[in-house]
């Protein structure tokens, strides 16, 4: 399958591209930084915005299916990433008549999910991290589901709970509409994507995907996703 990736040279989407390429297919790595992405086998590499139509038209021109992994920051403005770049796949994909569209999202955008771990997380990170601080990216999140599930795409909305790198793809648990568990690693949320790509399980369904055989260190998590990603 020749697959475009959005957000390719981002932490997850570098997962989704190195897995994908790994189990034989071609991959269209779409970023803004081409010049980050080594080049390698079966990759092609498009210099793209994803909220930028026209660039989005030319990037999925020719692909069978659209994975995008692409994320922003927190901000206390109102954010429109999500949402914009949304509409400009989607469109992209109609013109082009590619059909298949994983988009990762999260459990937060379920709005019946609530985190079943340790008190501190629960109790302070939650309502901190994702409630507060993760407002405005929340509500765009939730305005980019809705945008994709007005398509008559065969899509699937991928919610992670919170990302945390492990090297290796684990025994992890999908579920439809979100899973019960408050972390997802990366290598795994982007072999659930790819799973869930020959599968199709969840077409034109939310997928929830949790890591629990491992765990991340909370100080290492805060560290790495707070302070050394800015
Ligand atoms: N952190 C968590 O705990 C958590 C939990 C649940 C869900 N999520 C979501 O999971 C997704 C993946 O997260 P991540 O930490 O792996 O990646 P990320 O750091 O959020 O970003 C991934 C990539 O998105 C690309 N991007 C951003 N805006 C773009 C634009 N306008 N056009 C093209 N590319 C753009 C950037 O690549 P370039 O600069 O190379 O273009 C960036 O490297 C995000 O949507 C995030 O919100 C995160």
């Known amino acids: 399958m020749r ?14 591209t190195h897995q994908a390429l790994t189990a034989g297919h071609d991959v269209v790595a779409v970023t803004r930084r081409p010049g980050s992405v080594p080049a390698r086998p079966g990759l092609t590499v498009a210099l793209a915005d994803a909220t930028d139509p026209a660039a989005v038209d030319a990037a999925v021109d020719g692909t069978d299916a659209v994975l995008s992994a692409l994320g922003t920051r927190f901000d206390k403005g109102k954010i429109t990433t999500y949402s914009a770049s949304a509409m400009a796949i989607t ?3 109609t013109r082009h008549g ?9 459990s937060i955008a379920d709005p019946d999910w609530r ?12 309502p901190l991290v994702n ?12 305005r980019m589901e809705r945008a994709i599930r007005g398509t008559d795409l065969d899509w699937t909305l991928v919610r992670p709970s919170g990302l945390f790198d492990h090297p290796h793809v684990t025994d992890y648990t999908t579920a439809e509409t979100s899973a019960d568990g408050v ?30 055989s491992v765990k991340p260190s909370i100080v290492k998590l805060i560290w790495n996703e707070g302070v050394r990603k800015k």
């Open 3 to 16: 697959i475009a990736v959005f957000g390719a040279n981002g932490p997850t989407g570098r997962h989704i």
């Open 91 to 93: 469109g992209a994909m």
């Open 98 to 106: 590619v059909k298949r569209l994983l988009v990762v999202s999260s």
């Open 115 to 126: 985190p079943s771990g340790a008190h501190f997380f629960n109790h302070v990170l939650d």
């Open 131 to 142: 409630r507060r601080l993760g407002r405005t990216l929340h509500e765009d999140m939730r």
């Open 183 to 212: 972390f997802t690693a990366r290598a795994d949320l982007a072999a659930s994507m790819l799973h869930e790509l020959e599968e199709e399980r969840y077409v034109r369904k939310a997928m929830g995907v949790v890591t629990t």
